[in-house]
């Protein structure tokens, strides 16, 4: 960050390095890496990536009860493309940490549903390191276990 004071000294511009990034519909400010401080982010729900996880699992019990018998009978009851309904039914693969963040909207904001419908590792840590990006994803207080 910098200021620049003109030359009549009567107006201050002060510039901040930064990037405008869409997320679930909303404009988002990132600082670059090794700005100042800034109050860590609030959570935020990407509903896009809930909605995704959530149908993912939904398909996933249709088809383990037996209600649909193939991803084709599936996909035509949804009126939605089979190869849609592959890669979503693939974010059931999921690591749980991964999918806890989602829930919880403490994603990176760069995870955005094209980036879970790529391929992924299949070993649940080098998913978290691939989407979460090194991050540590910030853990819901824990009530302490009863020490009997």
């Known amino acids: 960050m910098r200021g620049d004071l003109d030359d ?9 390095p ?14 670059p890496d090794g700005a100042g401080a800034w109050p860590p982010p609030r959570a ?8 995704a996880v959530a149908r993912a ?6 088809l383990e009860s037996g209600e649909y018998a ?6 035509a009851a949804e009126k939605i493309n089979q190869s849609y309904v592959c890669r979503i039914l693939r974010l059931t693969l999921l690591a749980p940490d ?10 990176p904001a760069e995870l955005d549903l094209d980036s879970l ?10 998913q978290a390191n691939v989407l979460l990006k090194n991050r540590a994803v910030r ?3 824990r009530r302490p276990s009863k020490v009997i």
Do not use: F, Y
Not at 8 to 16: A, E, F, N, Q
Not at 117 to 126: I, R, S, Y
């Open 98 to 107: 991964v999918t806890e963040s989602i829930l919880d909207g403490r994603q």
């Open 44 to 51: 935020r729900v990407d509903n896009a990536l809930v909605k």
């Open 8 to 16: 009549r000294g009567d107006t201050l511009t002060v510039c901040i």
């Open 70 to 75: 193939t991803i084709t009978e599936l996909a």
């Open 18 to 31: 930064l990037r405008i990034r869409k997320r679930g519909g909303r404009k988002l400010m990132i600082a």
């Open 57 to 62: 699992h939904r398909w996933r019990r249709l």
């Open 117 to 126: 419908l790529k391929p992924l590792p299949g070993d649940w840590a080098a």
């Open 139 to 141: 853990q819901r207080p």
